[in-house]
Structure formats: C-alpha cells, structure tokens
C-alpha cells in the first residue's frame, strides 16, 4: 500500500508502517485476489485509512492501494493518495514492471512514476522535481540496479509445498528503491499468532521482525531515518492470500517516541482464482 502524507517530518515513520514491509519477488504456485482495508493509528489514535486490491492472475498482477488522512490527524494536515504497481507473471515469478505515487495534501502535492525491467530502474519521473541537497546521500547508477519497488516486495512467497504461514516466511533481505530512498529490509522470525479481521481472514500469521538499513537517497542527520535505522522492535504480521503461497502485511507496528505506529487490517478477503479455461481441462470435464 501507499502512504498517506502528512507532514516531511511524520512521513518517514508513517510511510514505513503502511507500505514499505517489502521482501524479494518470488514464485507464486497459483493466483488469487486480496481485497483489503487497513486502519492506521499512532498510540491508539486512528490517524487515516486506506485499501489495497491484489490481484494475481496466470501471466499479470497488479496491487492497486488508496488511503486518506481521518480524525485528529486532519485539524493539523490534511492527505491523500493512491498508489499502483503492475507486473508480470513468468514461470511463476513476480517480476515488476511499473509503479506509480500520487499524493495530494494541504500545502503540497507529488507525482512519481518509476519503470523497471529485469530489476533495473529504466525511467524515473517526479514532479514536482525535488530540490536539491548536498547533504543527501546520492542515489547512484548501480543503487538502482537488483531492485524492487515497495508495493511489489509487499507480496511475501514461501517456497515448496509446506506450511504457508511458517518462519519460512521471515527469512529473507530485500533490497527497496521507492523512486527517492533505496534501502535494505531483514526480516527475521518471531513467532507465530492467530488473527481475526473484521470481515474476512480469521487464523494464523507469521510475526517478522523488521530491521531498516538506509543505502542512499537519505539524509544521515534526518531524525526519522536514525530511529527506524535504530529500531529494533519493529514487526510486520504477514497473512496468506487465498490460492496462492503469497503474504502481505496483515498488521505492521514501529514504536516511536509518541507510542506505537500501527497499521492494522480490518477487512481481509482473500479468493482463489477460477482455473483458467484451457482446450485440455475443457475436455475432461
């Protein structure tokens, strides 16, 4: 899913909590589609809302999110955005292949489009262009080389033909590029635990502990860059879509120093796809 912007100072943490838990693409055994809504809240406070639509079909997938700033939030700034990844699907493989940011807030506005192939960042596009700073790690040729966008990285694959909510799930380095920042995400395995959205998912997911560590596109002196480089108990809880051996982020946490930023899933429905009509399952039905 794609942020919702508040302010520059908030991003940083927010935007990790709601869309930045990404892991390397991988096979995908079968297609299905997620149709989810999300709550984002900092110290129990709901601060927006969102949805995030996935679908994964035979040889295309797309992962289509919105959200918007709510409650208090609102008297202070004022956002919302949409966000759009479309890929691939070759032998199984997750391969991305264009990915898009529209944010719209009170005092500002952005539009990024990033197209990738084969891992390579081929075209780049934000407007309004960002100024210049001599402090900001530069983001170089080979910073955009064997790299996956956020929204892409966001669907979890867990090998073979064993349990699909397992440590498994958690092992894995991910390297990011959102079009600005390119860094390194490790998931480790914490623990397993049962969920029950409000409508849809209710059983078990695998509790990953998150570590950020910033490559380039940042600036080192930047306080919301320390603390997520610093945490150390930031976790991601990854839930399986229907008919495949895909996760995603059913609720994501980063303790901050106001409280606990969450985003957590309210409607979770996962189907599996209708096998596609071929001439040779026509003719033994």
Not at 130 to 140: E, G, S
Request: with cysteine; hydrophobic share 45%.
């Amino acid at each position: 899913m794609q942020p919702i912007r508040l302010t520059r100072s908030a991003f940083g943490v927010i935007a990790l909590v709601l869309f930045a838990f990404a892991c390397s693409p991988a096979p995908a055994k079968a297609q299905g589609k997620l149709d989810a809504t999300y709550t984002a809240s900092l110290a129990g406070i709901p601060l927006g809302r969102g949805a995030w639509v996935i679908d994964i079909g035979d040889d295309r997938f797309s992962a289509i999110s919105s959200g918007i700033t709510t409650g208090l939030l609102n008297v202070f700034a004022s956002g919302q955005g949409t966000g759009i990844a479309r890929g691939y699907v070759s032998n199984g493989t997750l391969i991305p292949a264009t990915y898009g940011v529209q944010i719209k807030a009170s005092k500002w506005s952005e539009d990024l489009k990033m197209t990738l192939l084969g891992g390579v960042v081929k075209d780049l596009s934000i407007e309004p262009k960002p100024p210049a700073d001599a402090d900001r790690i530069p983001v170089t040729e080979a910073h955009r080389k064997g790299v996956i966008d956020p929204m892409t990285g966001s669907l979890v694959r867990v090998a073979g033909n064993g349990a699909l909510v397992s440590p498994e799930a958690c092992t894995r380095t991910a390297s990011i590029f959102d079009g600005r920042l390119r860094y390194d995400l490790r998931l480790a395995f914490k623990r397993i635990e049962n969920v029950k959205a409000d409508k849809g998912y209710a059983g078990p997911v695998a509790v990953c502990a998150v570590y950020f560590t910033p490559v380039a596109g940042y600036i080192p002196s930047r306080v919301a860059i320390k603390h997520l480089a610093a945490q150390r108990d930031m976790e991601t809880w990854l839930a399986p879509i229907a008919g495949t051996r895909v996760l995603v982020p059913f609720r994501v946490t980063i303790p901050t120093p106001l409280g606990t930023a969450a985003l957590q899933a309210n409607q979770f429905v996962s189907t599996a796809a209708a096998p596609r009509l071929t001439p040779a399952n026509v003719k033994s039905q």
